[in-house]
């Protein structure tokens, strides 16, 4: 099959095009239903049915590589009926199960299909408020990030809040902006911009009049309100503080929630996800997101983790249990906390003094409550626990390893990005799961290594994490990253960023190879949710959840990946973007 079917695409066109054909052929059947199929697609198919590879990313031998070691399709078509897969296998065996109904779908061109791709850490609501705000993304300077502001400010009714948020206060951690500029170009409207890791923001003076932050305020525990040498705030809140100045900006209405949440979801399925994994949905995001699903308007699958900082809805979930079906769009049985900050504003929680401030180890997150947590674990849910430092890693893992049986869990730790080479082990030894963000690495690398020195060795360290055992998953945790696919699978694969820098890569030892970091957003993703027998793969019986790339990510040069886009994607069966 594998000669003829690499035969057979050679002839195609360059260019990507879609051709719409409506079969014939009444009556023939098929194995799994007598019932001609709903879609067949006829083209390259990955179906990443094979063998894990080995940690050190050796393919396995049931991969599909000629006697070269040159990767191919492993399938020709593929059939979907009734939202479940009908058939993967050679193209000439798909024609009997087309009818009068059947929709099929020819790539030519470079596209190929695979498993439907999953974003494991997303904040959804966040991204469809991004879309309404001031963009600050890639702003360089204070005066370029201000400039924004004002010009949105010009088309804003007087005294009315003024939301931006993707000034990068990693970057900005050494020459942090004050209040100033901010206040003497919008001085009528409140202004609160978010950082864009969501762990500083910056405000004019009007927002801190607002908000009742004053030299008097005491900055609460976990976080910092920077001041001047006379004791004003600056302007900037980090870590913890930040609630300080969020609280005063008008909270959205459930349909605004819901308007925000639609347009991500659009957004992200047009950037080939069929789910995504919410990293923590307080309760009114919850209900905006129940009404959708109850309406039958959520377009990809949404696996959410409750907000563990909202007491009142653990509570309700404590007494409800968490979810036990995976069949409905909207699941929900897991719980996302917080153990510390992040690295870039300095709040990431470490074994030693940053290296370039020396006396400070970060700050553990006070709303990380362990009798709450740990009543959520007996109930059965999956804990997700945001930490960044290498200390906050290893009290992570303590906390589960005192707290729960580790293994029916399969508890998360989110980004798990600084980790003493000691600890890699125990999180294998734990069951826990490894969810971490390739863009992280190459969007922190022009100042990761001078918070910590010698300790980024054990920093985005996909590969001695692999080695360990540990399971891994891959995701974005946008919007504050880059949640392009392509560049997420470049960044894994190279380490470089989106100018191909460095040229040998960021710590080249610590990349993995395609097939990894396609199985980090799909087949792994699917375990991470308890869903590696529904999805993950292509295969008869499982859901009909498809990716369909411009581009073969298996030979194309790792460079060229940035050049891919998404052709379509695929959910339960039904188109919900092409292009």
Same mark, same amino acid.
């Given at each position: ?11 195609? !066109? ?11 052929? +009444? ?68 024609? !009997? ?75 900005? +951690? ?38 009742? #932050? ?135 929680? =470490? ?31 999956? =804990? ?56 992280? +690495? ?22 001695? #994490?692999?080695?360990?055992?540990? !399971? ?78 411009? =581009? ?9 990946? =940035? ?17």
């Amino acid at each position: 099959m594998g000669t003829s079917y690499r035969r057979s695409v050679a002839v195609l !066109p360059v260019f990507v095009v879609l051709a719409f054909v409506v079969a014939a052929g +009444a009556g023939r059947q098929r194995s799994t239903a007598r019932t001609a199929a709903d879609l067949v697609i006829i083209g390259p198919v990955y179906t990443l049915a094979w063998n894990d590879p080995a940690a050190d990313g050796t393919p396995a031998a049931t991969a599909p590589r000629d006697s070269a070691g040159r990767w191919h399709p492993d399938a020709g078509a593929v059939a979907v009926s009734g939202g479940r897969i009908a058939f993967a296998g050679p193209a000439e065996e798909a024609a !009997p199960l087309t009818g009068p109904r059947t929709r099929t779908i020819r790539l030519t061109g470079n596209a190929v299909v695979v498993p439907g791709m999953v974003d494991a850490h997303v904040h959804a609501f966040e991204l469809g408020a991004s879309l309404e705000r001031v963009n600050l993304v890639g702003a360089t300077t204070e005066q370029e990030a201000v400039e924004r502001v004002a010009e949105r400010a010009r088309g804003t009714p007087r005294a009315a809040w003024i939301v931006g948020w993707g000034w990068d206060e990693g970057a900005w +951690a050494n020459r942090y902006p004050d209040m100033r500029l901010l206040s003497e170009r919008v001085p009528n409207h409140p202004v609160y911009l978010r950082g864009l890791h969501s762990y500083a923001v910056w405000g004019n003076r009007l927002a801190f009049e607002r908000a009742g #932050i004053t030299a008097a305020t005491p900055s609460p525990a976990g976080g910092e309100i920077r001041k001047d040498a006379a004791g004003q705030p600056t302007g900037i809140l980090l870590n913890a503080a930040s609630a300080l100045l969020e609280r005063a900006v008008p909270a959205p209405t459930t349909d605004r929630l819901k308007t925000r949440l639609r347009a991500a979801l659009r957004t992200l399925a047009a950037s080939g996800y069929v789910t995504v994994h919410e990293a923590g949905a307080d309760s009114r995001e919850m209900d905006a997101l129940r009404q959708l699903d109850a309406a039958g308007e959520l377009p990809i699958r949404v696996y959410a983790m409750l907000a563990a900082r909202d007491e009142a809805l653990l509570g309700r979930w404590l007494a409800r249990g968490p979810d036990r079906t995976n069949e409905r769009m909207l699941v929900t049985r897991s719980v996302k906390a917080f153990y510390d900050g992040a690295l870039g504003s300095r709040g990431a929680w =470490l074994l030693e003094d940053y290296s370039d401030r020396p006396g400070h180890r970060g700050e553990r997150d006070r709303s990380f409550h362990p009798d709450r947590l740990t009543a959520m674990m007996k109930a059965g849910f999956q =804990l997700s626990v945001h930490a960044i430092g290498d200390a906050a890693n290893r009290e992570v893992m303590d906390f589960i390893r005192a707290a729960a049986p580790p293994a029916p869990g399969r508890h998360r730790i989110e980004h798990a990005q600084v980790m003493a080479p000691a600890d890699i082990p125990r999180m294998a030894a734990l069951g826990v799961i490894a969810s971490m963000q390739p863009p992280h +690495a190459v969007e922190d690398m022009p100042w990761a290594e001078a918070r910590v020195a010698e300790r980024i060795k054990g920093a985005y360290a996909w590969r001695s #994490i692999r080695r360990a055992g540990v !399971p891994l998953v891959f995701s974005s945790d946008l919007p504050g990253s880059g949640y392009d696919l392509f560049y997420g699978l470049n960044s894994a694969v190279t380490r470089r960023d989106r100018e191909g820098r460095p040229a040998g890569g960021w710590y080249p030892e610590q990349v993995v190879t395609i097939d990894e970091a396609l199985r980090g957003y799909s087949r792994w993703a699917a375990y991470a949710a308890f869903r590696e027998q529904q999805t993950g793969i292509i295969a008869p019986d499982r859901w009909a959840d498809l990716t369909v790339l411009s =581009l073969d990510p298996f030979t194309a040069p790792p460079d060229a990946l =940035l050049r891919g886009t998404i052709v379509m994607t695929i959910v339960n069966g039904k188109v919900v973007y092409e292009r």
